[in-house]
């Protein structure tokens, strides 16, 4: 890979086989693949200073490996996936676990067995825990939706207990909504876990840390000799969609662009800006060698952030007598005010906002979106790796074809 820190006063992107906008997992995947599988020529344009897009991690001043868009555990049930980004990283044997502080008690979230005790006490809570394997059976999730269907008075206790201690608050913060405004479909869902495990992620079949972290998965990934990626570079300098069209530089461009950005910001926002969720994350180091006793300790109940991270807990990085945690503020996306969109907020209005834009670029034969902004979703990185590699094959398939 040659990487510049901008764009050059010679580039000229006939001289590349393809454009991808965005060096984040979708973009950097397709490069990847199409460069190694193909021998196609990439540019990579990123606007930030920096590949990885928001799963990018470095050093602090005191020396923590910090995610500074936020916690990302890698967690997955896809062996394609898995084997993919294995070839550039090995990994800890991380295994997510978060408790939610509610009035004070440290309790695991998923809701499970000890949780039970701690929120009904130990004789009750048992009594309570025995009597949803007798009707559920162990080891499973059941959704509140499910336990007050069963017209048990005891059952709909737990239910009302997690919704308003676990749920409620924390959604209330993270999506800015009053309690009238949350979709029941999505309260319906929140699961109580019947069984011991703590772990977030029980189900997934490979869980991890990329062992030097994120940042350097994504070196490896990118470097390969046809990659050139050009940072502090924003695309839309370069590239436009003009009816059926891609016009870079001024002139209509044939080969394939990998579009990894918000598709209203490629149109100027002109048939309205899609709204998101954004966060303020407020880092502190603090002098001593553990501040919690896991990776994530939500707060349910409390204060304005929703959870605090302690990065240590999570990379198993040694370093003695100090560590560095982060708070999480959520607050509404302000465009050009210097935030992140974080979280699209997926209402039926906004929904068919980005349909407008999506059949824009429809009619645009060598046009991709591809990745959480472009496609105004919510993906883990898992998916977004597979659906990235997905349109690798869709490609590699085109190109054999001709
Ligand atoms: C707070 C938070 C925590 C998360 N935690 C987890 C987790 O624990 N586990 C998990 O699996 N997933 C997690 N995710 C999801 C994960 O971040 C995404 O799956 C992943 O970032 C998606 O990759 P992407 O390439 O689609 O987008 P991004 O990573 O956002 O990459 C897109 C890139 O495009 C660049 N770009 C945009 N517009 C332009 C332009 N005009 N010109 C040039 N460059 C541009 C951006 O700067 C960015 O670098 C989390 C997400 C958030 C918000």
Redesign the pocket.
């Known amino acids: 890979m040659a990487l510049f820190q901008k764009l050059p006063e010679n580039f000229n992107p006939q001289d590349y086989d393809m454009l991808v906008?965005?060096?984040?997992?979708?973009?950097?995947v397709v490069a990847r693949r199409m460069a190694e599988e193909a021998g196609w020529r990439v540019a990579i344009?990123?606007?930030?200073p920096?590949?990885?897009?928001?799963?990018?991690d470095e050093k602090d001043e005191a020396g923590i490996l910090v995610?500074v868009?936020?916690?990302?555990?890698?967690?997955?049930t896809k062996a394609n996936v898995n084997d993919f980004l294995s070839r550039f990283t090995e990994w800890t044997d991380y295994q997510?676990r978060v408790l939610g502080e509610v009035h004070g008690t440290l309790m695991p979230v998923p809701f499970n067995h000890a949780s039970m005790k701690l929120a009904f006490g130990d004789e009750r809570g048992e009594a309570l825990y025995q009597k949803l394997i007798e009707r559920f059976g162990e080891n499973v999730k059941v959704p509140l939706m499910d336990l007050c269907a069963t017209d048990d008075a005891d059952f709909e206790e737990i239910a009302d207990y997690v919704y308003e201690n676990i749920f409620l608050y924390y959604t209330q913060k993270q999506w800015g909504k009053t309690p009238d405004e949350i979709d029941p479909s999505i309260t319906a869902r929140v699961p109580v876990f019947i069984g011991d495990d703590d772990r977030y992620f029980p189900g997934a079949t490979f869980q991890g840390m990329p062992a030097q972290g994120y940042t350097k998965l994504f070196e490896k990934l990118l470097d390969y000799e046809l990659i050139d990626v050009f940072l502090n570079?924003?695309?839309?300098k370069i590239l436009r969609v003009e009816g059926d069209q891609v016009i870079a530089d001024g002139k209509p461009y044939e080969g394939t662009v990998i579009y990894?950005?918000?598709l209203d910001?490629?149109f100027g926002c002109d048939l309205g800006e899609l709204p998101y969720r954004s966060?303020d994350m407020q880092f502190e180091t603090l002098p001593m060698e553990r501040f919690q006793p896991v990776g994530t300790v939500n707060y349910p109940t409390s204060e304005d952030f929703t959870r605090i991270t302690e990065f240590k807990n999570m990379t198993g990085q040694v370093k003695e007598g100090v560590t560095t945690i982060m708070r999480?503020y959520p607050m509404p996306y302000v465009r050009g005010e210097g935030m992140?969109p974080?979280?699209a907020i997926l209402e039926p209005e906004n929904q068919a906002l980005y349909q407008k834009y999506a059949e824009r670029v429809g009619q645009v034969a060598n046009f991709y979106p591809?990745?959480?902004?472009?496609?105004y979703r919510?993906?883990?990185?898992?998916?977004?790796v597979d659906s990235?590699l997905q349109l690798a094959e869709e490609l590699l398939e085109k190109t054999s074809a001709k």
Do not use: K, W
């Open positions: 906008v965005g060096a984040g997992y979708a973009g950097s344009f990123e606007s930030r920096h590949i990885a897009g928001n799963a990018y995610h868009y936020g916690p990302h555990i890698y967690h997955t997510h570079t924003d695309a839309r990894t950005g918000p910001e490629l966060l999480e992140t974080y979280y591809c990745g959480r902004l472009a496609e919510y993906y883990d990185m898992d998916a977004v990235a």
